[in-house]
T-cell receptor, first 112, second 113 residues
Framework: KAGVTQTPRYLIKTRGQQVTLSCSPISGHRSVSWYQQTPGQGLQFLFEYFSETQRNKGNFPGRFSGRQFSNSRSEMNVSTLELGDSALYLCASGLAGSNEQFFGPGTRLTVL | AQSVSQHNHHVILSEAASLELGCNYS??????LFWYVQYPGQHLQLLLKYFSGDPLVKGIKGFEAEFIKSKFSFNLRKPSVQWSDTAEYFCAVKQYNNNDMRFGAGTRLTVKP
């Protein structure tokens, strides 16, 4: 069974631009969560989607948004990029009703 | 708010030494507990998890963890570490049936050969 895949793996943007990251969950998984990992703040929860609906949201500004499609694939968008948005963005998927999440390799975003 | 504390930022051990990494959380309700490992250049992998039942859980690669409810702790242990255990270890807690998972700051383990 293929794992969680994230594209692109690496991305370089400049301040003020916007970016869209993609996550394909493990087949059959309907829950997709996003996390930001930085050396200073560690791993922080961004949001979770289930059946195309946002179920939970972390403490991030409105510049961070996401969506989930009917095939459970999810995208995360960050608008008006700031230097501090440079991070590894991780996606995790899980089965409906399960408490376990499986993580993808992440997208490394660098904002210049 | 729910929070997770990992007591050690960086631990350095020699091969065959015993390991214990501390993890405490602040949430008082029903929780699910996890330890994840991130090897250099690799993605997060689940080491072990606790949902209910026996508070001593065994994971992959000889790791185990003990859930002590009264102490809000979920410490990770391994009797004898190997050089290949060099990695960053994250404790994580989530409320039952809520996928808002909170991670500790991580503990970097360096095992000297």
């Amino acid at each position: 069974k293929a794992g969680v895949t994230q594209t692109p793996r690496y991305l370089i943007k400049t301040r003020g631009q916007q970016v869209t990251l993609s996550c394909s969950p493990i087949s059959g998984h309907r829950s997709v969560s996003w996390y930001q990992q930085t050396p200073g703040q560690g791993l922080q929860f961004l949001f979770e989607y289930f059946s195309e609906t946002q179920r939970n949201k972390g403490n991030f500004p409105g510049r961070f948004s996401g969506r989930q499609f009917s095939n459970s694939r999810s995208e995360m968008n960050v608008s008006t990029l700031e230097l501090g948005d440079s991070a590894l963005y991780l996606c995790a998927s899980g089965l409906a009703g399960s408490n376990e999440q499986f993580f993808g390799p992440g997208t490394r975003l660098t904002v210049l | 708010a729910q929070s997770v504390s990992q007591h050690n930022h960086h631990v350095i051990l020699s091969e065959a030494a015993s390991l214990e990494l501390g993890c405490n959380y602040s949430y008082g309700g029903t929780v699910n507990l996890f330890w994840y490992v991130q090897y250099p250049g690799q993605h997060l992998q689940l080491l072990l998890k606790y949902f209910s039942g026996d508070p001593l859980v065994k994971g992959i690669k000889g790791f185990e963890a003990e859930f002590i409810k009264s102490k809000f702790s979920f410490n990770l242990r391994k009797p004898s570490v190997q050089w290949s255990d060099t990695a960053e270890y994250f404790c994580a807690v989530k409320q039952y049936n809520n996928n808002d998972m909170r991670f500790g700051a991580g503990t970097r383990l360096t095992v000297k050969p």
